[in-house]
Nanobody, 123 residues
């Protein structure tokens, strides 16, 4: 049974940082592109960043470029999202997802999803 478990969300002031983690189990992690998505209230889910099974970075929404960094540790079956210089517009539920042997940015392409972790940035 595949499980993706996100952690690291919470409440932070504007300008602060958080690091999200997503621990995967039940799949061959090194075969999967891992993606981070987010969804704010009344908005569509958007692609934040992805990293392929070979470590190629896939850029997501322009609003996070230069502030968010994705990385993975295949030995720990974990993908990370380092988020710096957070602002209230980053407030959302953040999801990690796994996509086998593809490098898609569309949510519909991803095979497995975590339950999400809430990130709230206060002004």
């Amino acid at each position: 049974q595949v499980q993706l478990v996100e952690s690291g969300g919470g409440l932070v002031q504007a300008g602060g940082s958080l690091r999200l983690s997503c621990a995967a189990s039940g799949l061959t992690f090194s075969s999967y592109t891992m993606g981070w998505f987010r969804q704010a209230p009344d908005k569509e889910r958007e692609f934040v960043a992805g990293i392929s099974w070979t470590g190629v970075i896939m850029d997501g929404t322009d609003s996070v470029k230069g502030r968010f960094t994705i990385s993975r540790d295949n030995a720990k079956n974990t993908v990370y999202l380092q988020m710096n210089s957070l602002n209230p517009e980053d407030t959302a539920v953040y999801y990690c997802a796994a996509d086998e042997w593809r490098t898609a940015t569309m949510a519909s392409s991803y095979d497995y999803w975590g339950q999400g972790t809430q990130v709230t940035v206060s002004s």
